[in-house]
């Protein structure tokens, strides 16, 4: 195993376990796959002109020991196992739950996601996690799963407004 936590994005000098190094302020450079870190704030502004990023600050952070390291990959490579065997549960439910003649209900997402972060930038000034498109999502299947099968025990054939009910 290798003495470095990550190598610079810009440079490509290595960024040992435990010490300081800059990440981007803008979410998108902190993704996964993304992941962009700096040795040093020299670098950070070096991404700053192909990135176009229109506000941004390098952030100082103190990169983990080896052991936290190993043990943060442990616990990610289990949630992912662990998301996988739900995602097979729910996909195993809904079919088994659905009545359109066995085709699988599509989980496309269901928030025009533009309109989501411009309303939570406007309001609060806050950024929007992409992570909460999914979950809004499912949200917005449950609320629609009751209000159909309130519109279905009332003998209607159209979902109305009165059948959108808080949960709970």
Same mark, same amino acid.
């Given at each position: 195993?290798?003495?470095?936590?990550?190598?610079?994005?810009?440079?490509?000098?290595?960024?040992?376990?435990? =010490?300081?190094?800059?990440?981007?302020? #803008?979410s998108t450079c902190q993704r996964g796959k993304t992941g962009l870190y700096?040795?040093s704030v020299e670098c950070w502004d070096a991404h700053l002109p192909m990135?176009?990023?229109? !506000? &941004?600050?390098?952030?100082?952070?103190? =990169?983990?020991?080896? &052991?936290?390291?190993?043990?943060?990959?442990? !616990? !990610?490579? =289990?949630? &992912?196992?662990?998301?996988?065997?739900?995602?097979?549960?729910?996909?195993?439910?809904?079919?088994?739950?659905?009545?359109?003649?066995?085709? !699988?209900?599509?989980?496309?997402?269901? /928030?025009? #996601?533009?309109?989501?972060? =411009?309303? /939570?930038?406007?309001?609060?000034?806050?950024?929007?996690? %992409?992570g909460i498109v999914p979950v809004l999502s499912n949200l917005v299947r449950? /609320?629609?799963? +009751?209000? /159909?099968?309130?519109? +279905?025990? %009332?003998?209607?054939?159209?979902?109305? %407004?009165? %059948?959108?009910?808080?949960?709970?």
């Amino acid at each position: 195993m290798s003495e470095q936590f990550k190598v610079c994005s810009t440079c490509r000098k290595p960024i040992p376990f435990g =010490a300081s190094y800059y990440q981007c302020s #803008v979410s998108t450079c902190q993704r996964g796959k993304t992941g962009l870190y700096f040795c040093s704030v020299e670098c950070w502004d070096a991404h700053l002109p192909m990135m176009r990023h229109r !506000e &941004a600050w390098a952030e100082a952070v103190k =990169a983990p020991t080896r &052991a936290e390291w190993e043990l943060q990959q442990v !616990e !990610e490579a =289990a949630g &992912a196992a662990k998301s996988a065997e739900e995602r097979i549960v729910n996909e195993n439910q809904s079919n088994a739950t659905n009545s359109g003649g066995g085709t !699988e209900m599509p989980q496309d997402v269901l /928030i025009v #996601v533009s309109k989501l972060k =411009a309303y /939570i930038k406007s309001k609060s000034g806050m950024n929007t996690s %992409d992570g909460i498109v999914p979950v809004l999502s499912n949200l917005v299947r449950e /609320i629609c799963d +009751r209000a /159909i099968e309130s519109a +279905r025990s %009332d003998g209607r054939k159209t979902v109305l %407004d009165r %059948d959108i009910k808080p949960a709970g």
